[in-house]
């Protein structure tokens, strides 16, 4: 699997920008750069906004699978036996 570091990273550093530079030219903060390059997942207009300026078409699955969450198991109510 991809991580999104990866992929984030080497597609910033492909066009030769810093990631100050690189916030700047899709409108978000340094830091939101640091996070989503550093594998926290963020709002996904945001994370959409920083694919749609490297040109990536990834689902965000592809690059979070953590983020999906599997659904919870329901508890058995006390005294009732599976």
């Known amino acids: 699997m991809t991580s999104a570091r990866f ?3 080497n597609a910033r ?4 920008l810093t990631q100050a530079q690189a916030a700047k030219l899709i409108g978000v903060s ?3 750069i ?3 390059e550093g594998g ?3 709002r996904p207009t945001t994370l959409r906004r920083v694919l749609d300026f490297y040109g990536l078409r990834l689902r965000i699955a592809d690059l979070w699978p953590e983020a ?3 659904p919870e198991e329901e508890d058995e ?3 009732v036996a599976a």
């Open 13 to 16: 550093r492909e066009r030769g």
């Open 30 to 32: 340094k830091r939101t």
């Open 40 to 42: 926290e997942t963020g």
């Open 34 to 36: 640091e996070r989503l």
């Open 7 to 9: 992929v984030l990273v």
């Open 68 to 70: 999906l969450l599997a």
């Open 77 to 79: 109510p006390e005294g």
